[in-house]
Each structure stands twice: as C-alpha cells, then as structure tokens.
C-alpha cells in the first residue's frame, strides 16, 4: 500500500506539530528556570541558578515540598495495599455485583473534582480534618485509588490464575498463595499503580486548595496562589523539578510494565 | 472476595458518596427546604451564562483534541518499532506532568512579552504583541494541550486492535487508500472516538485550573462559580445546587454513552 508522497508528508507535517504542541510547553521552563533575570525573556539575556537558590533557601517552599513528598508517600503507602486487595477481588469474584463495586471505586474518576473538593472540605470541617496530614493523605487516597486498582486489574487479567490454584491446591493458603506466587509475577503493575499514585498525590492540586492549609500546605497550593500573583521563574525552577522528577517516574513505570507484560502496553 | 475490597469501598464512600450526598441536601436547604437555589441557577444571568460558556469551551476543546488527536493515535498504531513508543511517550509524558506545571508553561508562552509573542514580532506577522491570555483563547489552548491525551489513548488502543489484513483486503479488493480508510478503518476506530469524546467533554465540563490561572477572571467557568461561591461569599446553598446540576450534567452523559460502550472502556485510560 504506497500512497502518494505529499500526502504522507503532510499527514507526517501535521503529526510532528502536534507532538511539539505537547512537548515544547515541557521543555520551555528549563531556560527560564535557568535566567538570570525576573522577566521571562526568551531566551534569557544571562544565566544564573539563582532561582534554584531562591527555591531551596526560602523555609515556606521547602516547607510545603516536605509536605507534599510526605502525603504522597504515605499516599503510597496506603492506597497501594487497598487498591491491589480490591483488584483482587474485582478479578477472582465471580458475583455480578462485582461490576457495580468496579464502577463505584471509578467515582474519583467520573465526579467533576471542584465537587469533591467542596465536599470534602465541608466533611474534613466537621470532623476537624482541614489543614491536618491525615485529611491530606485520605483525600488523595481516594484520588489514586482508581490508578491502582486499574494498573493491577490489567496486571492480574494478563496473569494465569491457574498458577495459584496449584499453589492452594498444594496446601497453602488463599493470602499466603497470593504473596507467593501472584505477587511477584504482577509486581510491575503494581508497582506502576504505586508511581501514578505517587504522582497524583504530588500533582493534586484542587482539593489541597481548600483542605490543605497553616504550616500545611501542599507545594502546588503554594505555587498556585502564587501564580495568581506574579509568574517569577522561582514557579519556573519548582516547575523544572517537578517535571523532572515525574519524567522519572513514568519512564520508571514504563519499563517496569513494559517488562512485566508484554503484550499490554496500555 | 467484598472484605477484600472493603476498606476501599470505605474509603470512597467516605470522601466520594458522602461528600455528594451531603452537596445534594445542602442544595435543598435554606433554614428549611428549599428550590431557591435552583431558582436562581434558572433565573440569574450570571448563571446562565457560565454555564453556556462552560458547555461551549467544552465542545471547542473536544472538537480540536479529535482533530489533532486522531491523526497522532493514527500513526502511533501504524508506526513500527521504535516509532509508535517515540509517539507514545510524547502523549504520556505531558500526561503524567502537573497541570499546574503545564498551565504556567502555557502563561509563559502566550503572555504579552512571551515567546509566541516575541517569535512572531520577529517574523514580522504583528507589529503589536496579540493578547494571548487573560482570555479564553489562553484558556483554550491550554486546556487543549491538558485534555489531549485523554483523546489520544483510546483512540489509540481501539485502533491498534484493528487487524492490518482488513485494510490490505480492502486495497486488494481495488479500493483505494481513502476509501479503505473511510469505509474500514475510520467507522471500526469509532469505538475509540466516543471513548474519548467523553472522556474530554466531560473532563473539561469540570476544568479549574486553567479558566482561573490564563482566563483572567473573564472566562468564568463553572468550577469557578462553585469556588467562587464558597470561597468568597460562603454561599453553600448555592455552590451546591451548581454543583449538583454540573454532576446531573456528567453523569446524564455518562449513561447516555454507557448504552453505546461499556464504561470500563471510556474510563480504563485514565
């Protein structure tokens, strides 16, 4: 099937602008980030790290990264255990309802996310959680809950359940069963599932704008009120870091999942 | 197997079912039962009018993230190694980026001395930097460039499924490339299309961000009118009768959708 060139041209013209359109908004903070100016001239007049300087020697930013890399740790922590538990249980049952608890564990994904801030802004009021870690953490469990469980539930259905049923039938249990022989064989989707989590918690911004607060506020709290006020490129350098270090964590996905399955490249 | 998944239904139904619920009460109460507040969405300007701005910058930005979205999923699911990861990664990276990050990208480029500005003062094109931003072309692009992957995955995963051998019966069968496309490939990629029209329309139904940071108070979307109503005049009542209506909206076209393609497939991209 050859087709004429200039078409093809064309068409591959139109697929390259789209991909700088996605790409170069990425890359364009790194020169700012690097300025030796406040005004965000292209490309800089000087270079100078000052805004990286800026960043690390101010306590309120470094206050609020801890804070941030602290939540989506402990984010982490909790939604990853939860979110493979009801993979698991989504994959093996074999119950109708099962598809509705599916659905219903998707609601983070389908509810406009202004509503659930409001919402559980208004919870957290009463139960005294705003401006506390915990309500931080909780909500952006329930944010990555839909994350995991997806990336295990496509890890689980490329895997042979098979395998463990001759690890039960051999005498082990249901939970020993699982750690033993399912476990390592989709440890790359659930290690996935643990990064995009990580990353989610670091990137919510919405709901940290009404709960997080004091001594607590998120990194993209910080950034987003600032934002309002002036664009410096000390937002710039934040920026640069947090890209990068997303950035790593795909790729670091990506190669875990790529590895692990090979045919279920998303 | 439902212990298993308890304590993640708990935690959904903590900060998910009862939030809402919670929201859906609060719209009806004014020191007693009420439809004022849904009076007013009915009756009040100001609320007419966010929502018809919302709902039009919605249908832009979904129609531009299907006209440039499919042909990159087009050629990601043609592309042979290492093409299709390069693509792929194009689309997931900016994915997987802050929006936050990305929003303020977007600010620095469009602003009046940026960099779209500054190139195109070299060109020659203007002799006056364009505004930009601080109005909804920002708000636009920026929330085009947001939303666009959410268009590309499933249109990528529908078409990669589309077995080659169609396309080269159709051509063996004398049609020519336009054709085989416009009578194979395009109506069996249709699937994907839906997939991710919801996904788009829906997602920037419900955008903030961007409106807030490159709208510059002048594009007023919902979102903000639910924030703004909290944040600056404690109005509960009212934010959550907007926000009822705005969750009424999305799930009105969640159902309508869920009869053509199950939701697993419009939401497993995410």
Known sequence: ?266 | MFLLASPALIVILALVVVPVGWLMGQSFYDNGFTLEHYRRILSEDIYWRSFALTFRISVIVTIATLLLGYPVAYAAAKARRPWDVIILAFVVLPFWTSVLVRAYAWLVLLQRTGVVNQALDRVGVIDEPLALIHNEFGTIVATVHILLPFMVLPLYSTMQKIPRDLMLAGASLGGSPAHTFLRIFLPLSLPGVVAGLTLVFVLSLGFYITPELLGGGRVVMISMVVSRNVELYNQWGAASAVGVVLLACVLAIFVVVGRVLPLERVLGQK
């Open chain 1, 1 to 266: 099937m050859k087709r004429p060139l200039l078409p093809r041209l064309a068409f591959t013209a139109l697929v390259g602008l789209v991909l700088l359109y996605l790409m170069l908004p990425l890359f364009i903070i790194v020169p700012i980030s690097c300025s030796g100016t406040r005004f965000l001239t292209f490309p800089p007049p000087s270079w100078s790290p000052r805004w990286y300087q800026e960043f690390f020697g101010n306590r309120a930013w470094v206050q609020a990264t801890q804070v941030s890399i602290g939540v989506a740790a402990l984010t982490v922590l909790i939604a990853t255990p939860l979110g493979v538990a009801a993979a698991y249980a989504i994959v093996n049952a074999q119950h109708r309802l099962m598809r509705a608890v599916h659905a219903f564990l998707m609601l983070p994904l389908i509810v406009p996310i202004i509503i659930l801030a409001i919402g559980v802004f208004f919870v957290y009021a009463k139960l005294g959680l705003v401006a506390t870690i915990p309500g931080l953490v909780l909500a952006n469990v329930m944010l990555a809950l839909p994350y995991v469980i997806t990336s295990v539930i496509a890890g689980l259905r490329s895997f042979d359940p098979t395998q463990e049923m001759v690890a039960r039938s051999l005498g082990m249990n249901r939970l020993r069963s699982f750690l033993a022989v399912t476990l390592p064989q989709i440890r790359p989707s659930v290690f996935a599932g643990a990064i995009f989590a990580f990353i989610s918690a670091i990137d919510e911004t919405i709901i940290a704008l009404f709960v997080s607060g004091g001594q607590y506020q998120t990194l993209t709290k910080r950034m987003f009120t600032a934002l309002r006020d002036e664009i410096d490129p000390t937002i710039a350098a934040i920026s640069t870091l947090l890209t990068a270090a997303s950035f790593l964590l795909v790729l670091l996905a990506m190669q875990g999942r790529a590895r692990g399955t090979p045919d279920d490249a998303r």
